[in-house]
Nanobody, 126 residues
């Protein structure tokens, strides 16, 4: 069992930056593919970014490519999402997720993930 706790959300103006963090419990963090998803009001939860077990490979949704950066620190059981050049359409609840099977080919699929955090709100004002 893995518990994920996100932090770092808040209110920011368009063009600003935020850094989200997710801390995982347990001793097997390095075996999980980690991802970030987001859900805006009235919309389905969508993929944002993922990082493989070692941190050597990353995957981004087209909508955030070039603006967001996902990193992991296996020594600290932490995955972060640095969000720059934020836009009002980035407003959503952001969720950290862990895929126990480590299925990199399916890292953008919500159904691949076994554990989810409680979410952190990001609001970008225009």
């Amino acid at each position: 069992q893995v518990q994920l706790v996100e932090s770092g959300g808040g209110l920011v103006q368009a063009g600003g930056s935020l850094r989200l963090s997710c801390v995982a419990s347990g001793r097997t963090f390095s075996s999980y593919v980690m991802g970030w998803f987001r859900q805006a009001p009235g919309k389905e939860r969508e993929f944002v970014a993922a990082v493989n077990r070692s941190g050597g490979s990353t995957w981004y949704a087209d909508s955030v490519k070039g603006r967001f950066t996902i990193l992991r620190d296996n020594a600290k059981n932490t995955v972060t999402l640095q969000m720059n050049s934020l836009k009002p359409e980035d407003t959503a609840v952001y969720y950290c997720a862990a895929d126990q099977a480590g299925s990199w080919y399916a890292a953008s699929e919500r159904g691949s993930y076994d554990y989810w955090g409680q979410g952190t709100q990001v609001t970008v004002s225009s």
